[in-house]
């Protein structure tokens, strides 16, 4: 057995006292076959700087609340669309059992190919995290397409269409981070949550190497890149808290995003007022310059991700958002955002007060989904809803669709 991955790249050894050698004696004796991929977040999190929290965005999300994003964003979609590829087969194998000859024949094959199909589109799906810290919103996202696509594979067995091996992999997903451990975490996170699914589930284990190499998780910052002239090589692998963004050609440039079919995560939440204390005014004033056309003022940092975002989605490349943000979304500078969201596509889902544990505090925050307008189902704090808008009194006000509020 061997192991690939950036953990593993270079030969630094720790210095360790016999203290230190019988902490980890107790470690190794444990058994970590069950372990959550998701703690590692929490681990992450308590092992940084309290001051460098605010600055990387790192606060560490429970997985019941990253599935009250995923689920409406990613998952829902797709299983409106297997109950009705699901109904439909159905419906066709009752004609098979009472077919003979080339239309039994015909009928089997419009099953198996109807079933192979739609598990081959959830594999095809690309899901990215423009905040990823320590990958729990990936790893949840993986888990629920390897879910759905493992019951389509179950349900083509019963039909007795074959049952083809699970083709959802972590190559669908992408993460963008600028923390140098987090990014490399999040690569292990999905592998771990990757290979525990494979076998519980009866798959077996992948092949060697156990945590395998990828270049789908990028180290970089999501919303601002240095310019050509103060970047020191080609890569794009460069950390806001090391570059200076004040000189050269314009101070900054926007990065590009990788394409993907939908945006989930949980941005930096980090007020205006706290921006230039905590990123400096070099930093701040190439945001100025580069989204000036676009943001009015400076909002809080939150909002260059939705932003950017719903440009994706205005571009092509991508079909659906859902993030997290503060309250603060709702009102002043940052609210513009939502208004762009609005007048270029549409909210589809939101949570407009949620509680929420931010450094041992309750905050409240909103969860925002959003698309180009396709999506005609909308939800509001879990209530079916005609429409979520961006209103001078909050995020949302809203005409129920049993009513008006």
């Excluded at 975490?185 to 190497?209: C, F, K, V």
Aim: aromatic fraction near 8%.
């Amino acid at each position: 057995m061997h192991f690939n991955g950036g953990l593993f790249n270079d030969d630094h050894v720790l210095q360790l006292d016999s203290d230190a050698m019988d902490i980890i004696g107790e470690i190794d004796g444990l058994d970590w076959g069950a372990i959550k991929p998701s703690i590692f977040g929490t681990l992450f999190v308590r092992g940084l700087d309290p001051a460098q929290r605010s600055q990387l965005g790192a606060h560490y999300t429970d997985e019941d609340d990253i599935i009250l994003v995923v689920e409406p964003v990613l998952m829902a979609p797709l299983r409106r669309e297997w109950e009705s590829v699901k109904e439909k087969v159905k419906g066709e194998k009752e004609e098979e059992r009472e077919a003979t000859g080339k239309k039994k024949k015909d009928l089997q094959k419009k099953i198996k190919d109807a079933l192979l199909a739609f598990a081959d589109k959830i594999a095809s799906i690309k899901v990215l995290d423009p905040a990823c810290g320590s990958g729990n919103f990936l790893y949840v996202a993986l888990r629920l397409l390897l879910d759905l696509q493992n019951e389509v594979l179950n349900f083509s067995d019963e039909m007795g269409a074959g049952r083809p091996y699970i083709t959802v992999t972590p190559a669908q997903l992408y993460g963008i981070e600028t923390n140098e451990y987090a990014h490399e975490l999040a690569q292990m996170t999905i592998q771990i949550g990757y290979i525990q699914w494979l076998r519980d589930n009866g798959y077996g284990l992948p092949s060697e190497p156990i945590l395998k190499q990828t270049k789908n998780i990028l180290k970089m910052d999501a919303i601002l890149a240095p310019a050509p002239s103060v970047l020191s090589d080609t890569s794009p692998k460069y950390d806001r808290s090391t570059v200076v963004f004040g000189g050269g050609q314009g101070g900054g440039l926007e990065p590009e995003w990788p394409e993907a079919d939908v945006i989930i995560g949980n941005p930096p939440f980090l007020g205006s007022r706290k921006m230039r204390p905590e990123l400096g005014n070099e930093y701040c004033d190439a945001l100025l310059k580069v989204y000036g056309d676009r943001i009015a003022g400076m909002p809080d940092l939150v909002c260059y991700w939705f932003e950017k975002a719903q440009n994706q989605i205005t571009s092509g490349k991508t079909k659906r958002v859902g993030l997290l943000a503060t309250q603060a979304i709702r009102g002043g500078t940052n609210r513009q955002v939502l208004e762009h969201i609005k007048e270029n596509g549409d909210i589809f889902f939101a949570y407009s007060d949620k509680e929420w544990i931010l450094d041992g505090a309750t905050v409240h925050v909103s969860m925002v989904g959003f698309d180009n307008g396709e999506e005609n189902i909308k939800h509001l704090d879990g209530n079916s809803v005609s429409s979520i808008n961006a209103g001078s009194l909050g995020l949302c006000v809203v005409a129920p669709i049993y009513g008006v509020v």
